[in-house]
């Protein structure tokens, strides 16, 4: 026992000591970056533009200049600094022709209106779909690990499933999904995903507030425009050939057509019980061109080699790119800067960088990855995790940067989401050396946690967490930092007015770092494997590749 106790205290001190020692982090030189990044002349970073040539090449002279090593493509036997990312770009050419059939009655639908249909993403040129039958599959979730299968073997081949926002227990709140906060398996993506997987020709989401967590407005806003999507092998696999939501009120008249109780249904889809309903007599026909196109862009990748386990790697992650140029404002400014977001996340990417490359060197890899595309749908990032440069089963870990406050240090730190992982537990722990305390995301139910670049490696299993800046701030408490909070989410964000400010400080960044260096280098000089919560949707992905990291 006394063994025991003295190597507790060993390993306590040891962690005290690091925290310790972790290198301070200058905010002048966060704040140059940031100022540099956001400036008109980098004209919002737009990926394949001309900016995102000129964001490459600040970066990789940063990086350059910080000790780093290229990690990116191989050419020649070479690693170069980036990664090619290849972006499928899908638009609707006009207004689709949609149409609704109850029986003997046709309806018309509105593109934005009861409906909004996405460009499709699995390789077609065209869509003729003509009186496709409905099926009701519940909230179109198979969770073996939950024994929870809403399509209980209904062939949807050549059909097009209905299904519902969020998770099975989002309404009251307690059961197998976690209670309000959202799984992967309440988020719309997985909906499309599982639905490709089943054969379905297509899907409809029912729109509903609460559960979504936006109104129609974003949904519309988000889904008629132009699509991307990283190039992939098999595009069919993930994505259905519709991809659509509907208004609820459209749902509720369509299951009454049908004879049918749009909300009894819904309570029903709420037990393990439920069984997938045909609405019969009903079908729907969508008629419409594509165009589609093949862009590049690129991910930027420095490397620090491990002394002992190379093929092991630690990734801290942040997306360069933001909106470009787009619509004015009332200013008539059209340069939608991303000083915030996410400039930050860059700039603490290189300075990450550099305090690893001026340390003792790391037992395992480090890979400081600036990705692309994260304003598209995480596309980047999903491509990286998609054709990972180093293999994600013996990846110890990921370290996402999105947003961070460059204001004043704050009393507290949080996460993107409500996920249990070992990387959490770390962070808490060390998070203490520095006065710091864990918030728990406010609103888990909004799936936070789907929304950032550390997701697309989730959800392949590799433990991943995005750090969010604090709001309980050193200098006017909770309410200053609820007050900062809400001005630019109102204000700034994905506004041309998310601008480089002189006021800002940079402390609370300079801090934050201190701890994020902590985390990544324990990580990165120990033989330890941070893994799920064992009722974690991605512990059984992870564990499957066990044998690969003994």
């Known amino acids: 026992m006394k063994r025991l106790l003295l190597c507790a205290l060993i390993m306590s001190a040891c962690a005290a000591a690091q925290a310790t020692d972790a290198p301070t982090f200058s905010p002048e030189r966060l704040s140059a970056d940031v100022k540099t990044l956001a400036s008109d002349a980098f004209e919002g970073r737009g990926p394949a533009t001309p900016a995102e040539a000129k964001t490459i090449d600040y970066v990789v002279a940063q990086m350059k200049a910080a000790g780093l090593q290229p990690g990116g493509d191989l050419k020649d036997g070479k690693r170069s600094w980036t990664q090619a990312v290849p972006l499928l770009r899908s638009e609707i050419v006009g207004a689709p022709k949609l149409t609704l059939a109850l029986g003997d009655k046709r309806e018309a639908l509105t593109q934005g209106e009861q409906i909004a ?37 209904v062939d949807l081949h050549g059909k097009i499933a209905v299904v519902l926002i969020n998770d099975p227990d989002f309404e009251t709140g307690v059961g ?68 659509a939501w509907i208004q609820r009120d459209l749902a509720v008249a369509m299951f009454k057509h049908a004879g049918l109780d749009f909300d009894a249904l819904k309570k029903q889809a709420q037990t393990r019980a439920f069984k997938p309903v045909t609405l019969r007599g009903e079908s729907l026909s969508a008629s419409f061109k594509v165009d589609k196109s093949v862009i590049t862009s690129h991910n930027i990748v420095g490397r620090i080699e491990g002394s002992k386990h190379p093929e092991q790697t630690v990734i801290y992650s942040a997306h360069w790119d933001h909106l470009g140029v787009g619509a004015p404002d009332a200013r008539g400014d059209r340069i939608y800067n991303g000083a915030v977001d996410n400039a930050t996340g860059t700039a603490a990417l290189i300075e990450l960088g550099r305090a690893f490359a001026q340390g003792p060197r790391p037992e395992r890899s480090v890979v400081f990855l600036n990705v692309t595309a994260e304003e ?86 590799v433990p991943a ?86």
Do not use: C
């Open 117 to 153: 249909v996405r460009a499709p993403m699995d390789g077609s040129t065209a869509v003729a779909i003509a009186d496709a039958p409905l099926v009701f599959v519940g909230y179109g979730v198979e969770a073996p690990e939950r024994h929870w299968d809403d399509f209980k073997g």
């Open 176 to 243: 197998d999904f976690g209670g309000k906060a959202m799984t992967y398996y309440g988020r719309w993506t997985y909906k499309y995903e599982e639905a490709a997987r089943k054969g379905a020709l297509g899907v409809l989401i029912v729109h509903e507030t609460a559960p979504a967590s936006y109104g129609w407005a974003t949904v519309k806003n988000s889904n008629i425009n132009t699509m991307f999507d990283i190039v992939r092998d098999q595009p069919a696999a993930v994505h259905p050939q519709l991809e």
């Open 376 to 461: 598209k749908g995480l596309l980047g990032s999903e491509y990286y995790a998609a054709n990972p440069l180093y293999p994600l089963a013996t990846t110890a870990g990921v370290l996402n940067m999105d947003a961070l406050d460059p204001h004043g240090p704050a009393r507290n730190f949080t996460i993107s989401g409500s996920a249990k992982l070992g990387l959490l537990d770390d962070l808490i722990a060390d998070a203490k050396q520095y006065g710091m305390s864990y918030t728990a995301d406010p609103k888990p139910e909004a799936g936070h946690f789907f929304r950032s670049d550390h997701f697309s490696f989730a959800k392949r299993g």
């Open 465 to 550: 967490i995005s750090f969010g800046s604090g709001n309980d701030w050193g200098n006017g408490g909770l309410k200053a930092g609820k007050a900062a909070e809400d001005e630019y989410v109102a204000r700034h964000y994905h506004q041309p007015s998310d601008e480089w400010q002189a006021s800002w400080s940079f402390t609370g960044m300079a801090r934050d770092l201190r701890l994020l260096y902590t985390v990544g280098s324990q990580l990165a000089n120990s033989d330890q494997w941070p893994d799920w919560s064992k009722d974690s949707e991605f512990r059984g992905i992870r564990d499957a590749s066990a044998a690969e990291r003994k």
